[in-house]
């Protein structure tokens, strides 16, 4: 059993340039998230997903965008990149939204430095 | 402004002693709180968790405990054992309307259990 996975791992960008990091899930899970992580500081919410079609913003969203068509895949895009997006980037699933106490199970990251 | 609060970076504790990771809030609406643990690397992994109804929740070794009035919390880690060295972040939820899917994290605390 997979549960989430991230690709890719690592990835070095210039600035200007765009990517997308990929997230895809086997649990069947409804709810997805993508967060970010600088050093030394928590998790921080950039956008949700509450099932295919549906997708919200966090905290953080400014820079990024998000497409849910499937169940099983998040893919959040980065379309000029800047170096203030420098970070650790977790996606996260869960069968239910917070609001009925499951807990999200994350991915390993994507290590992303923009140069 | 900071909700959820880990005053301390780091704790280190002998094997086979108590651990006591503590965290605060100020948001007074979160209502279920939760633990997890992260290796280098590697993604947060679920930990235990409480609602607001309880004071206190056990799970083998691990057990969390909410004091509302003092809008605090703590994990005790009881042995602690080589294997628990991590860092540990603290998040909670509020259910109540707008919000309700996201976690707020604290900063975390890394913990080293010395052999």
């Known amino acids: 059993n997979a549960g989430v996975t991230q690709t890719p791992k690592f990835r070095i960008l210039k600035i200007g340039q765009s990517m997308t990091l990929q997230c895809a899930q086997d649990?069947?899970?409804?709810?997805m998230y993508w967060y970010r992580q600088d050093p030394g500081m928590g998790l921080k919410l950039i956008y949700y997903?509450?099932?295919?079609?549906?997708?919200d913003k966090g905290e953080v969203p400014n820079g990024y965008n998000v497409s849910r068509s499937t169940t099983e895949d998040f893919p959040l895009r980065l379309e000029l990149a800047a170096p203030s997006q420098t970070s650790v980037y977790f996606c996260?699933?869960?069968?239910?939204?917070?609001?009925?106490?499951?807990?999200?199970?994350f991915g390993d990251g994507t290590r992303l430095s923009i140069l | 402004d900071q909700q959820v609060k880990q005053n301390s970076p780091s704790l280190s504790v002998q094997e086979g002693r108590i651990s006591i990771l503590n965290c605060d809030y100020t948001?007074?609406?979160?209502?279920?709180f939760l633990w997890y643990k992260k290796y280098p690397a590697e993604g947060p992994t679920f930990l235990i968790s409480?609602?607001?109804?309880?004071d206190k929740n056990e799970d083998g070794r691990f057990t969390v405990f909410l004091n509302k009035s003092a809008k605090h919390l703590s994990l005790h880690i009881v042995p602690s054992q080589p294997g628990d060295s991590a860092v540990y972040f603290c998040?909670?939820?509020?259910?109540?309307?707008?919000?309700?899917?996201?976690?707020?994290f604290g900063k975390g605390t890394k913990l080293s259990v010395i052999p």
């Open positions: 649990m069947n899970h409804n709810y």
């Open positions: 948001n007074s609406m979160f209502d279920y």
């Open positions: 998040a909670a939820s509020d259910h109540s309307g707008a919000g309700s899917y996201q976690l707020t």
């Open positions: 997903s509450v099932g295919a079609g549906i997708t």
């Open positions: 996260a699933s869960s069968s239910q939204g917070s609001l009925s106490n499951q807990p999200q199970h």
């Open positions: 409480i609602s607001s109804i309880k």
